[in-house]
């Protein structure tokens, strides 16, 4: 299992790669209403769940960044790496 991602991360993730809600949850085989919910803060999904959105983002070419102090963040993956 992965280290879990926060609604931030999520959204900001998708905007980076302006990449829409209904095909993150196409690549990520979850339910739009599962993943609109963990956006908006409604709910948080099972860690099986975010693990499948968090894979998808990341082989799209995002890398999330740990809290370490200060706050979780999303990147672009550098190119080639």
Not at 13 to 33: F, I, Y
Not at 42 to 63: N, S, Y
């Amino acid at each position: 299992m992965t280290s879990a991602i926060t609604a931030e991360q999520c959204r900001g993730a998708r905007a980076m790669l302006n990449l829409r809600r209904e095909d993150l949850a196409k690549v990520a085989t979850v339910g739009h209403s599962t993943l609109f919910d963990f956006e908006s803060g409604k709910r948080q999904p099972h860690p099986r769940t975010l693990d499948a959105i968090r894979a998808a983002l990341e082989a799209a070419g995002v890398e999330f960044i740990a809290e370490n102090g200060g706050g979780p963040g999303v990147r672009l993956r550098k190119q080639g790496a």
